[in-house]
């Protein structure tokens, strides 16, 4: 069930309903929630879902266990457990097979012939974000910075509430169970930003996102060397905008959904295509991960207190494994190589521009850079091989001639880019003054036909691309 299909259609109204229907019987209605996002969640696979529970029980025992001890050794090795399970898990139904692969590859470079077992288990939707999200429980527990969860109904809601369950954004224990701990009233402003949220995420996916990958990105990279320098061009700007509007719409969906139950997920994106270095890129694009690899990876390695060297290394070693979390390939390990350089560039121009002034030219120029550096790490995300990468890249700077891309494909990339790029400000206030001039009724009404209009016409529409991570 994606959000963007018929089934997410029929099944929040279900639930908005009996959620409204429980007010003021919070335990109720956090097992009306429980129970949903297990359904939710076992539409795609039922039997994953015993992965989801393991994780839960495990480390809600961790928890218990860990709150009732002053040993430093006993603490540390509960933590342990909770790490070995979770990452493990991630190991075993993710990167195995790619970790097999590339060892098979380096005993091959010295005569061997070693073969490792391989499995054909499916990848679980979603495990990379719940797996993160209970290790981020679990180790702050461990630092004494949140009290335990002495209730497991809530603390496997917290794991598994299904807006934010299969692809982020990834939750803090800390933000997220105080908002179960305490009785809440659905506000009817919270439903109507809720759905005007989950209406702009839906555009951004069906209008920008969908458009763009079927009229530009994928037959481009499927057979880069069929189209010219400027269509290659083109398709990767394009590239950058589908990413950008496949997950910031899923993320849109999921906080309006949360928002219309009363809760409040954390945001996910803050335009970062507007930024004038990667440093502040990664403050921009999918906050919660970066935020997650920066407290709980790069700082405890030591993050820039450590002097340069070992800077430069902390800052590769998270990017790198950020990258690899995406995906086991060694695209996503480049990619994430490739952005911990660029970090390392961001830090030392910072130093030297400190304290400078900078004019609104320098500001625009750095966005300029800033966006087609990030461009440019987005050929290495996208490819599917080596060989698709050495062919793009080949084509982009042949300087081949001919454009073929269609008027309307190029319509609508410039439009995903206008909305991107035009200033929020002014879009909120006309958000705004809309609100406060129309009824609650007549905008839920409005905003309930609009996303009924865009989800029935765009049935069986690709699914949102961070499923696959």
């Known amino acids: 069930m994606s959000f963007n299909s018929a089934e997410y259609l029929l099944f929040l109204p279900l639930v908005l309903i009996l959620h409204g229907l429980l007010e003021g019987r919070e335990n109720r209605r956090h097992w009306l929630l429980l129970v949903a ?17 393991l994780s839960t029980l495990v480390d809600f025992w961790v928890g218990k266990r860990m709150s009732r001890s002053d040993s430093p050794s006993e603490r540390r090795l509960l933590l342990m457990l909770s790490l070995v399970l979770n990452l493990g898990m991630l190991a075993v139904f993710k990167y195995w097979g790619f970790f097999a692969g590339s060892a098979e590859s380096v005993f091959e470079l010295f005569g061997s012939n070693l073969s490792l077992p391989k499995h054909d288990l499916l990848l679980p939707v979603g495990i990379s974000f719940y797996t993160f999200q209970t290790l981020s429980y679990t180790i702050d527990l461990y630092r004494r910075q949140i009290d335990v969860e002495p209730s497991l109904t809530r603390f496997a809601l917290f794991v598994s509430f299904f807006p934010q369950l299969v692809a982020g954004p990834i939750v803090r224990a800390s933000d997220f169970l105080p908002q179960l701990r305490e009785e809440r009233s659905v506000r009817a402003d919270q439903v109507r930003r809720g759905m005007a949220r989950i209406f702009r995420g839906l555009i951004k996916k069906i209008v920008f996102a969908d458009i763009l990958a079927v009229a530009l990105v994928d037959p481009m990279f499927a057979s880069p060397g069929d189209y010219g320098s400027l269509d290659l061009l083109l398709g990767l700007y394009a590239y950058a905008f589908q990413i950008y509007g496949d997950f910031s719409g899923y993320s849109d969906i999921a906080i309006g959904s949360a928002l219309c139950l009363g809760y409040e997920l954390p945001e996910n994106f803050n335009r970062p295509y507007l930024s004038q270095n990667v440093r502040e890129f990664w403050t921009r694009w999918h906050i919660s991960l970066s935020s997650w690899l920066r407290d709980y990876l790069y700082i405890p390695l030591g993050g820039n207190r450590v002097g ?5 290394i902390n800052l590769m070693l998270t990017m790198g494994l950020g990258g690899l979390w995406h995906g086991a390939a060694w695209n996503f390990v480049l990619w994430g190589i490739y952005h911990g350089l660029l970090l390392m560039f961001a830090r030392s121009s910072d130093r030297h521009a400190e304290g400078q002034r900078d004019s609104t030219a320098t500001v625009l120029w750095r966005r ?14 996208r490819v599917n091989s080596l060989e698709n990468l050495a062919d793009y890249a080949t084509g982009l700077v042949s300087m081949r001639g001919g454009l073929q891309s269609s008027p309307l494909a190029i319509g609508v990339l410039a439009l995903a880019a206008l909305a991107h790029f035009f200033p929020k400000d002014v879009v909120d206030r006309w958000q705004e003054r809309g609100a406060s ?15 009924v209009l865009f989800v029935g016409a765009t049935l069986d529409t690709a699914a949102f691309i961070y499923f696959q991570f």
């Open 437 to 451: 001039s129309t009824p609650a009724w007549l905008q839920g009404a409005a905003y309930a036909a609009l996303i």
């Open 308 to 312: 340069p060297r070992r800077t430069a």
């Open 37 to 53: 996002s297990y359904g939710f969640y076992m539409s795609w696979n039922w039997r994953y879902a015993g992965l989801i529970a």
């Open 368 to 381: 300029i850079v800033c966006f087609h550096l990030v461009v440019g790490g987005w050929l290495l995300f």
